[in-house]
């Protein structure tokens, strides 16, 4: 109770601080325990760059770093790629995609496979919705930009506005980071997310109950499970993972596995 009492106290002079500079960001020493909570378990989901269940669309130039899939809706969801079916149908690949597509009226074992994934994606938004006693709540009453986030479970009631400000997340590369949004994410034009310390975009969890907008050339990284859609408008990249349990729409995005 001592350890989680000092950890708790020291958060704050972090968390809600710009971060211009780096005077005040608190670099985890050499050999130290990781902070923040434990990280949310993706499963088989976490074989995927992009998974939904209603679909994935694209527009202009996508360049995807990683498999995608869909589940339990058929490939014919997965629009703007060009697919090549692979000789054994259990695949195809797109020159848009450096990896494999999936989807759910392929042959075995890929329904089985997509079905479990699409179990694992749904199980892991429910693990990090679920998770209790916050760090912070309300922080910044729903606007967090220009702020550095230590790691830590972060809860809002609301939606969380990210302006071209942007975000530092600081840290070492096994702490972890957990926001729990009960409505929208929306990160505007241009927003950069800077990681600090050693900070790694698998490690950072967007729990996303509304859905998630991703602005024209915004540079975002974490893992975004989003309850419903996930849209990147013109140019955004993600460093991370689109789990939707509606549908993913890009336009010309580049996306890579964390």
Not at 59 to 77: E, H, K, M, Q
Not at 121 to 149: Q, V, W, Y
Not at 157 to 163: D, S
Not at 212 to 236: C, D, R, W
Request: aromatic residues 6%; proline residues 4%; hydrophobic residues 45%.
């Amino acid at each position: 109770m001592l350890v989680l009492s000092v950890f708790m106290c020291s958060l704050p002079a972090y968390a809600g601080s710009h971060h211009d500079g780096d005077d005040d960001v608190r670099y985890p020493a050499t050999g130290e325990t990781a902070a923040g909570p434990k990280a949310v378990n993706l499963g088989t989901a976490g074989d995927f760059v992009i998974l939904t269940k209603t679909g994935i669309t694209t527009t202009g130039t996508t360049a995807i770093v990683g498999s995608i899939g869909v589940s339990p809706i058929v490939a014919t969801a997965m629009t703007g790629f060009g697919l090549i079916a692979d000789s054994t149908n259990t695949f195809s690949t797109s020159s848009l995609v450096t990896g494999k597509i999936f989807a759910a009226d392929y042959a075995p074992p890929t329904p089985a496979k997509m079905t479990t994934a699409i179990s694992d994606m749904e199980t892991a938004f429910t693990d990090a919705a679920g998770r209790t006693s916050p760090n912070f709540t309300e922080l910044g009453g729903g606007d967090i930009s220009g702020k550095t986030l230590l790691p830590g479970l972060y809860k809002w009631g609301t939606g969380v506005l990210i302006t071209n400000a942007g975000i530092a997340l600081a840290g070492g590369p096994n702490d972890v980071w957990i926001f729990q949004i009960a409505g929208d994410l929306i990160v505007n034009n241009g927003a950069i997310f800077t990681l600090i310390g050693g900070a790694q975009a698998k490690n950072i969890f967007w729990q996303v109950s509304g859905k998630a907008t991703l602005g024209t050339t915004a540079n975002v990284k974490g893992i975004i499970l989003s309850q419903t859609l996930i849209s990147m408008n013109t140019g955004a990249k993600l460093s991370g993972r689109a789990l939707a349990q509606t549908a993913v729409t890009l336009i010309a995005n580049t996306i890579t596995a964390p």
